[in-house]
């Protein structure tokens, strides 16, 4: 295989400083879509873990994967759809280990098991129909999952999530409305049995 | 009035939000029992809705954006993707414009095609570019290497817009490459580009005599008799 080498010399000094000035601005492009689309990414990542440390773990690493790739990305109004993405993504991985490992430890450990530690935010706003809402919620399809949530966070209208997930409004609305139905029919048994109480 | 038929309808409308509408909304008129599941479907879809609001739309830890920005700062400086992707460009612009020229050259010189010369070297013959401007002479030749895994470095000169773009030229066919392109650039044939070389670098071509074995003659009449 044939090996050239062009030189241009007088160009690297120049090319260096271009790239730090690149890079300084490309940190800049993201710091401030950071202050704005960082609890976006908790958000998400709160809703799928239901625990907030776990959630806010997940937040740092999603946005972290997203700063390391930023350069990469083309058309930076897709930097929140993309975020959403990842985060979701993130949160669901982690949730599946943390299945798998609360189930390894039921098999080492079967009658010194404890349930995961919470914090008092988290059991504060844990109900008992929260709980049933919170496993009703983690039974729906994932794209279901995602738009609802999507839905449930202020300030997303149907138009939002639609540009946020790239699918038509038509789509978004029947996602929501099937999730929804999927739930009531899940949660439907435990408001009966807490109102007869 | 039986109520079935309208079940389903009834959790539908509750479940989008929508006043019932037609015949359901009679149904219920007339019907206490599904009017009361209706609110009920209704109470049910409110407190869904209720309870994923406070569970969304939490408050963001003050800790999560400071330990963003510190793992940021932290991180390595963005490595460009296109950096080292500027030698592949340049080098596939190179082939472009040598692809080119030899093109051009081979259209515009009024279908003339460069003969092929006799040379006693025992690299592969190169590949060699016709003019494609009448500034040739003063530009340095343009000529593709061929020997693989030869490594070359040249300097690049701010050239006009017009002139043959460099070539990497391997240094033991340089001047041979030189004095065709001299000799293409001035439309001679191919007799008198071969007539300026040193005769002493070129090897004659060597033909060995036709082998003919003799033949054997006989009559046909000595034929029949056998």
Known sequence: MQEL??????????????????QSETRR?????????????????????RNSADAEDVAQEALLRAYRSFD????????????????FRIALDRLRSAKRRDQRDILWSQPAHHPPAATAEDLAASSEFQLHLDRALAELPEKLRLALLLAAMDGHTIDEISALLAIPVGTVKSRIFIARKQLAEKLRCHVNLIKTR | MPCEPYQDALVDAAASGAEPQGELRAHLAACPACRAAFVQEQS???????????????????????????????????TRGWTPSWLALAGAAAMVVVFIAVYAGRHSSGGETPVPIATNTSSPAPN????????????????????????????RNPAPRNAVPEVLVPRDQEALLVSYSEQWSQRKRAPLVASNFDPTNLSLLQISPIQIDQLDVKLMTEEHAQ
């Open chain 2, 44 to 78: 049910l879809f409110s407190t869904i809705d209720t309870s994923l609001h406070a569970a969304v739309n939490v408050e963001i830890p003050a800790s999560l954006l400071p330990r963003v920005r510190a793992s940021i700062a932290e991180e390595p400086a963005i």
């Open chain 1, 5 to 22: 080498v062009l030189i241009q010399p007088g160009s690297t000094l120049r090319s260096e400083s271009a790239r730090e000035a690149a």
């Open chain 2, 128 to 155: 060699v570019l016709p003019p494609h401007d009448q500034n040739l002479n003063a530009a340095p030749p343009a000529v593709t290497n061929s020997v693989p895994t030869i490594r070359a470095a040249a300097t």
């Open chain 1, 72 to 87: 990469r990305l083309r058309d930076r109004n897709r930097f929140r759809a993309w975020l959403v993405r990842i985060s």
């Open chain 1, 29 to 49: 492009e993201f710091e401030e879509r950071l202050a704005e689309c960082g609890p976006l990414a908790y958000r998400v990542a709160r809703s799928v873990l």
